[in-house]
């Protein structure tokens, strides 16, 4: 796409080149647009594979996570990332693959601290900066993956607060608190009705 625009940008005005060059840029952003939307439609079915190997694997809640999205793309080392990664879209599109599945979505609340705190002894590292990938407990000295901590506290809230919270209905989309304090607000998408 790049080297399309960049093709684009040195012909003249007006010429057959031009509008050739033009077609050649319009090509590739189609293409790439497929990609893209291809990469998230096999990323968004596998989360909501059903048909796993045995029971335990058939998942009956996925838990996302309500990043601030439009703040973060402000953020110029992080706005190409995150644009390339379409996460408006990939939301929708696990939104109503879970639903046609009867799968519940739990939307953690965006200023859940979930890459700085420690998901096992619950101490919060105030001085983790974007970039570090590892880090080490301040109270205990573990150490620990940055993806990997969040996606443990994230699934907490799927097996710790879910019961509690899955019999409400919630259409209206308001945050639903599981009433345990210092625990986080979670938002419930879509509700099976059995
Ligand atoms: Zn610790």
Known sequence: MRRAQRRLSRRHKGSKNREKAQRQLATAHYRVANIRRDALHKATATLVQTKAKSAEQVPTVVVIEDLHVTGMVKNRRLARAISDAGFGEFRRQLTYKA??????????DRFYPSSKTFHACGAVNHDLTLD????????????????????????????????????????????????????????????TML
């Open 99 to 108: 639903a046609q599945r009867g799968i519940d979505i739990v939307v953690a």
């Open 132 to 191: 570090q990938r590892e880090w080490e407990c301040p109270t205990c000295g573990a150490a620990l993956d940055r993806d990997l901590n969040a996606a443990q506290n994230l699934a907490a809230l799927a097996t710790n607060n879910v019961p509690s919270v899955r019999r409400e209905r919630n259409a209206c989309g308001d945050s639903v608190s599981p009433g345990m304090t210092g625990q986080p607000s979670v938002k419930q998408e879509s509700i």
